[in-house]
């Protein structure tokens, strides 16, 4: 690819669905031997002739990882959800293709592929739409985003669209989803609908909400159920349903 391409792995929303669970931010989640942030780093250093710079944005020094750059945003995260995608503001790309990384997910060698090598020059995100046929989970998530310059003017404005809708209590909160709506035409408090704008991905890649979508991801991972997902306490489970009931209301 000649272009100039900034890969940023954005850390610096609230986590409150994984509450610190086993003591730690959801982005140093160890798998197999590996934090969830080391994974994404390094995944996207393979790709050093086709990305110049790479980002985690982070809200303190703990987000320091080998082979990127610690950006520590001027933006706290709120309740409304974006300011994780507003809060790198000041590291999108204007000289050529910005991608953002979420840093809860755990990517697959052939999504990360997927992404870097995407060629369209669009803005689009790589997500999966629904219920995953592979890791268990039960919802479409989104793993990451992918623009240029000439998206960043209507990307800014559907963020703070969101925000807008948020701060008029249409929305419990903002999210990617949100997002996704407004890029494509709709108001972030239409339902989801796909449409174009969006590369659909379905392996092992996965986002981690909450504890429970990390025990079944590792259930289905190893192959095992409730030998796993039994070690999830009764409490989380119930605490989780009901987070979640209150988030789909609303569209996540």
């Known amino acids: 690819m000649n272009q100039i391409t900034h890969a940023i792995i954005i850390c610096a929303g609230k986590g409150l669905g994984w509450n610190n669970h086993l003591g730690i931010q959801k982005h140093f989640i160890k798998i197999e031997d590996e ?9 996207i250093n393979k790709y050093k002739n086709e990305v110049d710079k790479v980002f985690v944005v982070g809200l303190n020094n703990n987000y ?130 796909f449409k174009d704008k969006l590369f659909n991905i379905d392996n092992f890649t996965d986002d981690f909400d909450y504890p429970l979508d990390y025990y079944t991801w590792l259930a289905h991972r190893n192959k095992k159920n409730w030998f796993i997902i039994q070690k999830f306490s009764i409490l989380h489970v119930l605490h989780f349903i009901k987070k979640k009931l209150n988030y789909r209301k609303y569209g996540n």
């Open 64 to 193: 320091k990882i080998e082979g990127s750059t610690l950006f520590i945003p001027k933006i706290n995260p709120v309740e409304n959800g974006v300011d994780k995608y507003l809060n790198s503001k000041e590291l999108w790309n204007k000289q050529g293709r910005t991608l953002i990384f979420l840093g809860d997910v755990w990517f697959s060698e052939e999504t990360m592929k997927q992404i870097i090598q995407y060629d369209k020059k669009e803005w689009v995100i790589f997500a999966r739409k629904g219920k995953s046929k592979v890791n268990g989970c039960m919802h479409g998530e989104i793993f990451a985003q992918s623009f240029y310059p000439k998206d960043i003017p209507e990307h800014e404005k559907n963020l703070l669209k969101i925000v807008e809708a948020y701060q008029q209590k249409l929305i419990s909160k903002g999210s990617g989803w949100h997002h996704y709506r407004c890029m494509i035409g709709l108001e972030p408090t239409d339902k989801q609908i």
């Open 35 to 43: 934090k969830l942030i080391d994974r994404t780093v390094r995944l």
